[in-house]
């Protein structure tokens, strides 16, 4: 059937309106429906379907790179059985959180139990997704995760150091994600990148940007290690009001990457007027256009981008913004990993 790119508002197609080609699609969006572990607000495991549906109103032509969309990107339905999962698990989680928020008294036998079996539902979820990450990279195709919460990141990441030895993150985010098993979770969406650190060892550097809300223990952990670079937004709006610019800066950051890297992008990393329903909004943050400015500094660098997570978005039912800013920042991402392919 005659595809015409300048039509792409057929929901009947994929995303971004392009046509359901999962053989011929260079990049496979894997959306992971999951946010069983967030501690302030919860409704990202809704995101995935949220940006599909806000995907049709993004033109495919881009100035910098018209064409890469051509190479393909499909949209990967998510197995029905991982939202069930969450619901009910999630139930679970909300009740534990609000007794260590609201109780100095120790979780009884019944939510120490409850606990557990949430901790294991994390395990099947990152089973779910080292399995589908797996299966994209054995057929020689790049993975691009969409959330969902945070902690969706660790089993994408340890399958892609298996393949990219000694491959870089770029963490943009509010939070430094560094914390030890934060409200007894396991695997919390605020201990994703402590546990990467201490059980991916093929990753061979965490940069973090825009981070400006985190603990003593994190700072500690992020000073104490060889492997993370952290740009804090403090940090770079002093330097950016001594008048320094953001190509220097972004080319600084980009630098510390080795050659082959994973973006992993929260959207609480951006401004919170970008995305108001993220689980936890912080004030100050990146604008669109600087997001965009450094995924293309990592591009012009000559590094190849072997994946990425688009994670925390919080649709609102009234009206589409978060999931609008997302998807057009999903599309970005999307257009420069293929283009960063050597």
Known sequence: MFFNPDNNYSKNNGIFGLPKD?????????????DVTTSYRDGTAYAPEAILDASYQIDLYD???????RKGIYYQPFEEWI????SFERRKSKIIIDHLENSDEPLSERLERAQREVNEACVQMNSYVEAK???????????????????????????IAKRFPNVGILQIDA?????????????????????????????????????????????K???????????????????????????????????????????????DGLKPSLCPHTGTPVPDG?????????????????????????????????????????????????????????
């Not at 699609?25 to 429906?33: D, S």
């Not at 939202?83 to 969450?86: A, H, L, P, Q």
């Not at 590094?303 to 994670?311: A, H, T, Y």
């Open 63 to 69: 100035i910098s790179l018209p064409d890469e969309w």
């Open 286 to 342: 990146l604008t669109f256009e600087q997001s965009v400015f450094i995924i293309k500094t990592i591009l012009r660098s000559g590094r190849k981008i072997v994946g990425f997570d688009l994670v925390e978005t919080g649709p609102d039912q009234h009206n589409q913004w978060d999931e609008t800013i997302s998807s057009r920042l999903l599309y970005q991402l999307c257009i420069h990993t293929l283009a960063s392919q050597k």
């Open 22 to 34: 999962e053989e011929n699609a260079k990049l496979i969006l894997i959306p992971v429906p999951w």
């Open 83 to 86: 939202i069930d999962m969450n």
């Open 133 to 159: 990450v797996a299966d994209c990279l054995k057929k020689g195709k790049i993975p691009g995760l969409i959330g969902g919460e945070h902690s969706i990141s660790l089993m994408a990441i340890s399958e």
């Open 175 to 219: 939070h430094a994600d560094l914390r030890k098993n934060y409200l007894n979770f396991e695997f919390s969406h605020a201990s994703v990148m402590r546990n990467v650190i201490e059980r991916v060892p093929n990753v061979g550097k965490l940069v973090q940007i825009a981070v400006r809300d985190l603990c003593s223990e994190e700072a």
């Open 221 to 267: 952990f992020s000073e104490n290690s060889e492997k993370i670079d952290t740009f804090y937004m403090s940090n770079l709006n002093e330097r950016l009001f001594e008048g320094d610019n953001w190509k220097n800066l972004s080319n600084e950051i980009v630098e510390k990457l080795p050659e082959n890297v994973y973006i992993s992008f929260d959207i």
